[in-house]
C-alpha cells in the first residue's frame, strides 16, 4: 500500500472513529523517578497545545488537501484502479455512512465550542462529505472494479440511507 491510500484511509477514519478515553500518561508506571522526570521535562520545553477547535480545523484542511489530491488521481482510469486495490472504496463508505452532525460530536469530544466555531466545523464536515462523494463517484465512473466493490459493500443501501 502506497503513501497516498494510507494517507486517505488514516484521514478518513479520523473523521469516523471514536474519541479516545484513554490517558495516555496513565500507562506509564508512577513509580519510576526517571520516567516522571523525562515527562516533565518534555511537558516544560512543549509550547501549549492551541484550543480544540483550532486544532480541528487544521485537520480538516488537511483532510480537505489529501481528498482534493485524490479525487485529481481517481479522474483517471489507473489512479482509480491502483486506489480501489489500495482500500477506496470502503474507506469512503465507511465516512458516507457516519451524519455530519455525529462526525462533528465525535470530533470535539466533549470540548466547548462557540456556535459559530460550531458552524464552521460542521461546514467543513460537510465539504468533505462532499467530496468523498465526488471521489466516490468518479471512481464507479471510471473503473469497473470500483463499482463491483460499491455493490458488494452495499453501498446504494448506504448511500440510501444517509439521504433519508
Given amino acids: 500500500m502506497g503513501v497516498l491510500p494510507t494517507l ?3 484521514s478518513l477514519a479520523a473523521l469516523t472513529s471514536e474519541p479516545s478515553e484513554d490517558d495516555p500518561s496513565a500507562a506509564v508506571e508512577e513509580t519510576d523517578p526517571c520516567v516522571e522526570v523525562g515527562l516533565d521535562f518534555v511537558r516544560a520545553t512543549m509550547a501549549p497545545l492551541p484550543p480544540r477547535t483550532e486544532l480541528v480545523l487544521r485537520a480538516l ?4 488537501q489529501i481528498l482534493t489530491l485524490t479525487s485529481t488521481i481517481v479522474s483517471n482510469a489507473s489512479g482509480a484502479s491502483a486506489l480501489t486495490e489500495g482500500g477506496l472504496i470502503p474507506s469512503v463508505l465507511s465516512l458516507v455512512a457516519v451524519p455530519s452532525e455525529a462526525m462533528v460530536e465525535r470530533l470535539m469530544a466533549g470540548h466547548e465550542y462557540t456556535p459559530l466555531e460550531g458552524i464552521r466545523i460542521k461546514a467543513r464536515v460537510r465539504f468533505a462529505t462532499s467530496q468523498v462523494l465526488q471521489i466516490l463517484e468518479a471512481s464507479v465512473a471510471t473503473h469497473s472494479n470500483s463499482l463491483a466493490a ?3 459493500l452495499q453501498g446504494v443501501e448506504t448511500l440510501v440511507s444517509r439521504l433519508s
Fill in 8 to 10: 486517505l484511509r488514516y
Fill in 61 to 64: 484542511g488537511f483532510i480537505d
Fill in 150 to 152: 460499491f455493490h458488494d
